[in-house]
C-alpha cells in the first residue's frame, strides 16, 4: 500500500514538472524531468555491496539558481536486485548559472530528505549531492550526479549513487 501511494506522489510530481517543462517559451526556464541509472554501493559497517539504482525526478527552477526536486527511484545489490529499496526523495538545489543567455555547462549541488521503504519497512534517510548538466540542445541535456543517502537513525548506513541521465524540458 505505502509502494503505491509512494508511486502515486511520484507521478504527480513529474506530472507538475512536465506542465512546467510544457510552458518553457524562449527565455524563460521553469524546470526540468529526469530518468537515470546509477550504478553505486550500499555501505554499513565498513562493508560495501556493488549496487545499481533506476528511477525519475524533476526540478522545478524558483529562484534564478534555486530549485526544488524529487525524484523516486529503486536501489537493490547487483547479484538480487529485487531485493532492494525505493527511495523516495524530495530536495532543495542550487543551479550555479552564469548572466550569459546560454550556459550548457551546468554544474549544481543539491541536499534533503529522502524515505526509503521495502515490503513493511521503511527508513528516514538524508540525502546529498553534488553534479553538472550538459545542455545539448534547448530542451535535453546529459547529467551526472554523485548521490549520498544516509540513514538517520540506527548505526550509520550510506547508499550511494553515481547517476547518468537524461534531462528533458
Given amino acids: 500500500m505505502r509502494l503505491r501511494n509512494l508511486a502515486i506522489l511520484g507521478l504527480l510530481f513529474l506530472t507538475a514538472a512536465g506542465k512546467c517543462a510544457a510552458q518553457v517559451q524562449g527565455e524563460s526556464y521553469h524546470g ?45 545489490p547487483t547479484e538480487s536486485f529485487r531485493n532492494g529499496f525505493g527511495l523516495a526523495s524530495f530536495n532543495g538545489a542550487y543551479h550555479f548559472v552564469s548572466s550569459q543567455h546560454e550556459r550548457r555547462f551546468v554544474p549544481f549541488v543539491t541536499a534533503g530528505y529522502t524515505r526509503s521503504f521495502a515490503n513493511q519497512s521503511g527508513a528516514n534517510l538524508a540525502n546529498y549531492g553534488v553534479g553538472f548538466q550538459y545542455w545539448f540542445k534547448e530542451r535535453w541535456a546529459f547529467r551526472v550526479e554523485g548521490r549520498d543517502h544516509i540513514n538517520t537513525t540506527g548505526p550509520v548506513a550510506h547508499a550511494w549513487q553515481v547517476r547518468f541521465a537524461i534531462v528533458f524540458r
Avoid at 46 to 63: D, H, P, S
Wanted: no cysteine; glycine share 22%; net charge positive.
Fill in 32 to 76: 526540468h524531468a529526469y530518468a537515470y541509472v546509477a550504478p553505486g554501493g550500499l555501505t554499513a559497517r565498513g562493508n560495501t555491496l556493488k549496487a545499481i539504482a533506476l528511477g525519475v525526478g524533476g526540478e522545478a527552477m524558483l529562484y534564478k539558481g534555486l530549485a526544488a526536486g524529487a525524484d523516486i527511484g529503486w536501489q537493490g
